[in-house]
């Protein structure tokens, strides 16, 4: 496992991970554009894949589950079962690709459902962005979040605003089983 608190120091660690321990295979949990550790696994004699397909444009092996279905039942899921009228989308501000393709799944699905769309880019660390949309959606009723954290991060905020209303949350998470 190669960790670090910044992109050098992963860099670092799976050099060192190829080059002292000679690793030759690595499964990487997650893929964007122009990520050096995965430039330099490509320069390598090593190989890798990764959870999640690739980015547009980038080809390797990968592993994934179908995202936009994701999307798609998380919005069902509120909207039928729960009663939910009015879902947002919660996403990271990161762009990657599986949130590119759940985001597609809830449009497809609120498309369907003649509702409007709306997107929410959930900052890391700014309650006050979080607070104030809340406040300028008082139609929101429920979350359909790209992940776990993000569904709690926007169900912890609406909860201290409003204490007194509810509101549905599905985080979306991918799970894998081995046999």
């Known amino acids: 496992m190669a960790v670090g608190e910044s992109t050098e120091q992963v ?9 002292r321990a000679q690793i030759k295979r690595f499964i990487l949990l997650y893929s964007h554009e122009n990520d050096p550790v995965i430039e330099l696994l490509q320069a390598e ?3 890798f894949v990764t959870i999640g397909k690739p980015a547009d444009g980038q080809r390797w092996l990968y592993v994934d589950n179908d ?7 998380g919005v069902d899921y509120l909207m039928k079962r729960l009663h939910v009228d009015n879902p ?3 996403e990271s501000t990161n762009n ?52 776990d954290f993000t569904g709690l991060k926007v169900y912890h905020r609406f909860k201290l605003l409003h204490p007194d209303r509810e509101i ?11 046999n």
Not at 168 to 178: K, N, P, Q, S
């Open 96 to 147: 990657w690709p599986y949130e590119i393709d759940r985001k597609a799944g809830y449009l497809r699905e609120m498309k369907l459902a003649h509702k409007t769309p709306v997107i929410f880019p959930v900052p890391d660390d700014d309650e006050a962005v979080v607070n104030r949309f809340i406040e300028e959606n008082p139609q929101m009723d429920g979350v359909v979040a790209i992940d």
């Open 88 to 90: 947002v989308f919660a």
């Open 45 to 47: 004699p090593v190989a």
């Open 11 to 19: 860099l670092d660690n799976v050099k060192s991970m190829i080059t």
């Open 67 to 73: 995202n936009v279905e994701a999307g798609a039942d």
């Open 168 to 178: 549905e949350v599905v985080g979306i998470t991918t799970l894998c089983r081995t």
